[in-house]
């Protein structure tokens, strides 16, 4: 791209194009990404300088193989060659029935129903509504969630009534978003003891909390071990035990979005593996598609989908347009073929020894407060909101794409990164910080 068409995308884009959570007032001066390859990504700087970086994100989580991966890129022309779309009312194809079943042979214990979404959000509205309407069949009039405080669950209405409602700005929505029920955020570390005094205490809010709430508690909404927008937050498997318990004591459904966690992102297939009970309700989406196109599921088990179907609206009302799209579930299928063939737990071990060992001279910064690896996630927590723009700039020099928020300088890197490239990502964030931050 010559200086004058690079000038004149940037103008637009300035004056015409939202991105995420963006202002048009003061709207930021995003990098130009011309191509992207393996797991580096080909920017233009708002300079017009190109770089060739390594992607330390995984565009939020999701291109686990890297870019232009020609497994995923075969599947993708294959499907093309067939039908790129087509309704689902009334009609079925093989892209879609093959993935639900491959979902259904991964997914935990009792999964026998799929829902096939078009987005995370989209899938955490479904797997709402179905718990809704599994106790509306049933003649209960359940209608709030109960979940923890600092988790995210998507930026449509439902998802974000069950975000944190500090991050999720629920004083702006005060009166538009439903009021559900938080408890506190368990206490960080995978590792805290179960009689530590801050988990038992955890525990005690947790329950007492629930019983007063529950004869209107649905089910209970969680991102197991890891929240990961509302602050890359790791507890312990404890809590789970512990929420599980008390949905099963009072009626409750359980909800797992896994929509980040899910396919090996924190070590195990799924966050929840680390306990011995298995969720009601299951939401996956982010990584499915290798990063491919925007795809989610909902799976449900069988008490779950007959309770539902019911009820007097007679099923789950709810049918998105491109619901099981078959360009999307046929990449899917891709990706589940090449997580199974790349031994991924393996892998995700490796990039997390990798992560602690390259991040740990990070602590030792004045500006961190703390630091943090839980798969293939690593995590650099500032005393200070950070510079974005500067951390970035002083990233993207050392050749490595980060995308920092709120006091959090975060790498969750592709799992086919390189050793190599995985230090260089450690060593970059680490110099990025001590340059903006000291
Ligand atoms: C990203 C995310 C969502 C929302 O998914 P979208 O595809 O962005 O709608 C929901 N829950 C969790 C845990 C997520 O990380």
């Known amino acids: 791209m010559d200086a004058d068409a690079l000038a004149a995308l940037r103008a637009v884009d300035r004056d015409h194009v939202w991105h995420p959570y963006s202002s048009a007032l003061t709207p930021g001066d995003p990098y130009v990404v011309e191509s992207a390859e393996g797991v580096r990504l080909r920017l233009r700087d708002p300079d017009g300088t190109p770089h060739d970086v390594v992607d330390a994100m995984s565009s939020w989580w999701c291109a686990v193989h890297g870019y232009r991966v020609p497994e995923l890129d075969a599947a993708v022309r294959d499907q093309l060659g067939r039908m790129a779309h087509v309704m689902f009312g009334g009609l079925t194809h093989e892209p879609a029935v093959d993935l639900a079943r491959r979902l259904l042979d991964l997914a935990p214990d009792g999964m026998e129903h799929v829902f096939l979404a078009d987005s995370g959000s989209v899938s955490v509205e479904v797997a709402m509504k179905a718990a809704l309407q599994f106790h509306l069949a049933a003649g209960r009039r359940r ?142 989406g982010k990584a499915l598609t290798g990063g491919y196109l925007t ?116 790498t969750m890197p592709p799992f086919v990164t390189a050793d190599d490239d995985l230090d260089r990502i450690t060593d970059a964030l680490t110099a990025a910080i001590a340059d903006v931050h000291g």
Request: aromatic content about 6%; some cysteine.
């Open 143 to 284: 209608t709030r969630f109960l979940t923890v405080r600092g988790g995210y669950h998507g930026d449509t209405f439902s998802p974000m009534s069950v975000t944190d409602p500090v991050g999720g700005m629920h004083s702006l929505f005060r009166g538009v978003l439903p009021e559900h029920v938080f408890a506190p955020r368990p206490p960080a570390g995978l590792d805290r003891p179960d009689d530590d005094p801050e988990l038992v205490a955890w525990e005690r809010t947790t329950r007492d909390l629930f019983s007063q709430n529950a004869a209107d508690i649905a089910a209970v909404i969680l991102e197991p071990v890891l929240q990961g927008a509302g602050g890359m937050h790791v507890y312990t498997p404890r809590v789970l035990d512990v929420l599980h318990r008390l949905a099963r004591e009072h009626g409750a459904l359980v909800i797992h979005d896994e929509i980040a966690t899910g396919f090996h992102r924190t070590g195990p297939r799924w966050a929840g593996d680390r306990v011995a009970t298995t969720p009601d309700i299951l939401c996956l």
């Open 295 to 410: 795809l989610a599921a909902m799976l449900c088990t069988r008490e779950v989908a007959e309770g539902v179907s019911v009820g007097e609206a007679g099923g789950l009302m709810h049918g998105p347009t491109f619901m099981g799209n078959p360009l999307a579930c046929a990449v899917a299928n891709a990706n589940l073929d090449l997580l199974a063939a790349r031994d991924t737990e393996v892998e995700v071990a490796r990039i997390e020894r990798r992560l602690r060992e390259g991040l740990s001279p990070a602590a030792d910064l004045a500006s961190v407060a703390d630091v943090r690896t839980l798969g293939a996630v690593g995590v650099v927590q500032l005393r200070e909101p950070v510079d974005v723009p500067g951390v970035t700039a002083a990233a993207v020099a050392r050749g490595v794409w980060v995308r920092p928020f709120r006091d959090l300088v975060y």
